[in-house]
């Protein structure tokens, strides 16, 4: 028997698709290799699940910087405050919490799929769970999908939902989709990680830890600009922490991998010239490095002053205040790498969007076959917002479908 519509993959995507379409009195059939729905669900936000962001919606869109055109259909169709309103709706309730992301109240990820888990069976979504999809081809005007140990489903029509290929050994995430799309005449865009650390040139052992609650990140890569401020952390070999996460993506897909960091952002240069120049007359003997202890971890001030750190304040001439305020506002750094894909909380490329029809989640290359949520190229930053991409997109493709 031919079935009219399968989903693959239990993702916000898969999921959200799924209660669309059967919202609509549409039969759907919604196949996961894993145990339960929702495995990445359930890691996510450190097993809090950062569902989404509250923000306004033109700025949500806009974080998507060269994607949010092709994004804008699916997320009018189911935007921020929509999902919001359907979570609340639907008995599970959220909170809001620093810079507008949202959790759900219980402060639990398992709450989340619990919600979804008692939502599809309201909607009478058939759910085969784990079922390991090896192959997917076309067959017949429709789909043939075939199952590890054999068996083999027909369909009329198809939506491929099976994530990135990150973070593969906690979720069997592998990136089985994209390799089917590729059979089937789709491109695939290189992949590569993305809300990772990245590798700084250099050795950074002796300041490893160590946390800034505020730095401003800039990069240039071509006329794409960043400008971010967010709190840091240094490891051994480079920088982590929010605000790197957020830019990994974008760094490490551009040719020129120099970055400038701000240490002190709400420091002007020229106050933090006077602050030096002061402390060469009102404390000539200490060391620099320990005057800007004031400002800056002790182990930081030492790392990035070098030589000048080592040196008395009263012997530090106007040159090195200046050389010393340079290292602090404009310290520029090489990125030399991110960790492997596997690590990555995202994988950023995928399915070129130029080949998804953004007003139906269609593929524009084979009729019937449907993409939504991280199997996409795009990517958007922590706080929310990949969440909300699988589940505007899904949305979508779900009414499509
Ligand atoms: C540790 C971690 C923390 C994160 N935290 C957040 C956060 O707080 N907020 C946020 O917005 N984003 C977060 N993300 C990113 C977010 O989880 C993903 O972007 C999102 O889950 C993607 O949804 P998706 O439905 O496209 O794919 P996925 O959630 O990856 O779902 C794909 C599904 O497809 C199934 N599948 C794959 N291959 C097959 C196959 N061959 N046969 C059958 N089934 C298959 C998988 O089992 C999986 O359930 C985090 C990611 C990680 C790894």
Redesign the pocket.
Not at 37 to 41: A, F, N, Q, S, Y
């Given at each position: 028997m031919k079935l009219e519509a399968v989903i693959?993959?239990?993702?916000?995507?898969?999921?959200m698709a799924s209660i669309a379409r059967a919202q609509r009195g549409r039969g759907v059939l919604l196949?996961?290799?894993?145990p339960r729905?929702?495995?990445?669900?359930l890691?996510?936000?450190?097993g809090?699940?950062?569902?989404?962001n509250a923000e306004d919606r033109e700025v949500f869109l806009r974080r998507f910087g060269r994607w949010s055109n092709f994004f804008r259909p699916a997320f009018y169709s189911f935007d921020n405050h929509q999902a919001m309103e359907f979570f609340e709706r639907n008995g599970l309730k959220l909170r809001v919490e620093d810079n507008g992301r949202v959790f759900p109240a219980s402060g639990k990820s398992r709450s989340v799929v619990e919600f979804f888990e008692a939502l599809l069976q309201r909607c009478g979504v058939r759910v085969r769970l784990g079922?390991?999809?090896?192959d997917v081809g076309r067959k017949d005007g429709g789909f043939a999908v075939i199952l590890e140990g054999g068996e083999r489903l027909d369909c009329e029509r198809l939506l491929i939902?099976?994530?990135?290929a990150?973070?593969a050994s906690?979720?069997?995430?592998?990136g089985?989709?994209l390799a089917w799309a590729r059979q089937m005449g789709h491109r695939v865009t290189r992949l590569w990680p993305h809300?990772c650390a990245l590798r700084i040139e250099g050795r950074f052992e002796s300041v490893k830890g160590i946390t800034l609650r505020r730095v401003r990140i800039k990069h240039r890569c071509g006329r794409h600009r960043i400008d971010e401020v967010g709190s840091l952390v240094f490891t051994p070999d480079g920088i982590s922490g929010p605000v790197v996460h957020n830019i990994s993506g974008h760094l490490l897909d551009c040719d020129s991998p120099e970055l400038v960091l701000d240490l002190l952002p709400e420091v002007s240069e020229a106050d933090l010239e006077c602050f030096i120049r002061d402390c060469r007359s009102l404390h000539p003997r200490r060391k620099c490095s320990n005057c800007l202890a004031e400002l800056l971890p002790q182990n930081l001030a030492r790392f990035v002053l070098g030589k000048i750190g080592e040196r008395r304040c009263g012997e530090v001439s106007n040159r090195e205040v200046r050389l010393a305020v340079e290292r602090i506002k404009r310290w520029r750094l090489r990125v030399v790498g991110g960790p492997p894909l596997e690590w990555?909380?995202?994988t950023a490329g995928g399915i070129p969007v130029e080949e998804v029809d953004r007003n139906t989640m269609e593929s524009k290359i084979v009729p019937g076959l449907f993409f939504?949520?991280?199997?996409l190229e795009v990517f958007?930053p922590?706080?929310?917002?990949?969440?909300?991409?699988?589940l505007s997109t899904?949305h979508l493709a779900g009414r499509n479908l």
């Open positions: 693959i993959g239990a993702g916000p995507a898969g999921l196949i996961d290799r894993n729905i929702g495995c990445k669900l890691i996510s936000g450190g809090r699940c950062n569902l989404t079922s390991a999809v090896v939902a099976t994530g990135g990150s973070f906690k979720c069997a995430t592998q089985d989709g809300l990555a909380f995202v939504a949520g991280e199997i958007g922590s706080g929310g917002y990949n969440i909300q991409f699988a899904g």
